[in-house]
C-alpha cells in the first residue's frame, strides 16, 4: 500500500530524519493527517458513541436540502420504537433545535458563529450536554454545506447526504469530495419531481456511481411523508448491525477522511 | 471556506513537533495534498502567512505536493489517472474502482532549526 500513504517516498528520506546539517537544521518526517488533532477528537467521540451503543449518523447537504423535514418525519415514525438525540449545527439560532425538542426528542444546538462546518471538538463539546445512554440513534445535522463538512470526522458512523431535487442532479459531480463521503444519499423532495422535470434521477445516480460511490441512493418527500420506509429500513439495518455484540462496526469504506494515515 | 482552520490544526500538530525536538524555528512544512481531500492547496497557501504569524513556524517556508488522482479497478484490474467527479476504469469502464491516490491531506515533513547547535552565529 505504499503507493496509497506514499511512505515509499518517505522510507528513502527517512535516513535524513535527525540529522543535522552544517546549519543546525534538521529535517522530521512526520507523515500525519494534516488534520490529526480532529481527527484524534472524532476517534474518541466514536469510542464513547460505542460505548454508550450509539449509533452515530452525520447528515450532510446544502442549505435547505430539508435534513430538519426529515428528522422531523423520522422521529414520528421511530415514535415508541427507537430512542433518538439530536445535535444540530448551524451559524446562528436555535431554530431547528426548536424544532426537534418540539417533536419530543432531545436536542442541543452548536452554533459556530462564522465555521462553514462542525468539527470534532465541537461535537465533542456538545456531548456533554446530552444523555446518550438514553438514545439509540443520535443524528448530528451538520451545517447545510456541500464543500467543508466533507472533511472534518466527527466520530459518526455513518454519512448521509441529502440532494434535494430543486438542487439539481448534476451536484455529484459538482462536489465530488461530499459524494463520495455518502453511505448513503437521499434525494429528498421528491414530490417535486413532476414539477422540475428537468431534473432525472437515473443522472444523479449516474452522477452518483462515477465517484466509484457504492452508496443506496433513495428518493423521499420527509414534508409528504413519502418513500420514507426505505429510508428507515436502511437505518433499521445499520443499527441492527451496530448492536451485534463483538462486532466491530466499521465506519464508512467511502469516506476518504477515514482511511487510515500510518 | 475551511482553509484556514486546517492551517491552524496543521500549524498546532508542527508545533508539537518542533517542541518535541526543541526546535527554535521551523523552516520547512512539506505538504502532500490530493485533489479529492476536500483542501485546495491555492487557499491554503493564502491561509498559511495569516496563520503562521506568531507561531513557531513564523518565516517557515510552505511546499504543497500536489499528486495526481489515481484509480485501480475492482473489474479488471487496470490502473489509471482519473478526475475528480469520474473514477471510472479507462480500461472497460466500470465504475467498481479503488481510490490507490488522490485523497490525501498529509503532513510529510518538518524541517527544524535547532536550539542547540544553530545558534544565532549560523543564521543567514
Known sequence: MCDTCGCNVTHGNAHLAHEKDAHGRSAVTVLKDLLSENDRAAAH??????????????????????????????IEALEGELRLAVIEGDLETENDANRIRAKGVPAYQITTGTACHLDAHMVHGALHHMALDDADILFVENVGNLVCPAAFDLGQHRNVVLLSVPEGDDKP????????AADLVLL?????LPVLDDFDPARAEAN???????????????????????????????????????SKFKVGVTAPRFRSVP | MHELSVCQAMLREVARVAAGHDAAAVRRIVLRLGPLSGVE????????????????????????ERLPIRVRCDTCGAENE???????????????????SGDELLLVCVELESNAECGMANAE
Not at chain 1, 429528498?188 to 417535486?192: G, H, R, V
Request: hydrophobic content about 50%.
Open chain 1, 45 to 74: 467521540n466514536r469510542a464513547h458513541f460505542d460505548a454508550h451503543g450509539v449509533l452515530a449518523v452525520n447528515l450532510m447537504s446544502a442549505p435547505g436540502a430539508g435534513k430538519t423535514a426529515l428528522l422531523e418525519a423520522t
Open chain 1, 208 to 246: 452518483l456511481r462515477a465517484l466509484a460511490s457504492p452508496a443506496p441512493l433513495f428518493q423521499l418527500s420527509a414534508k409528504k411523508r413519502i418513500g420514507l420506509d426505505a429510508w428507515l429500513g436502511w437505518l433499521r439495518g445499520q443499527l441492527q448491525q451496530f448492536k451485534v455484540p463483538g
Open chain 2, 82 to 100: 482519473a478526475a475528480a467527479n469520474r473514477l471510472l476504469c479507462s480500461a472497460c469502464g466500470d465504475w467498481h474502482t479503488r481510490l490507490i
Open chain 1, 173 to 180: 459531480a459538482k462536489y465530488p469530495v461530499m459524494f463520495r
Open chain 2, 41 to 64: 492547496p491555492d487557499l491554503l497557501a493564502e491561509a498559511f502567512p495569516l496563520a503562521r504569524a506568531g507561531t513557531v513556524a513564523d518565516g517557515a517556508e510552505l511546499v504543497i
Open chain 1, 188 to 192: 429528498t423532495k421528491a414530490d417535486l
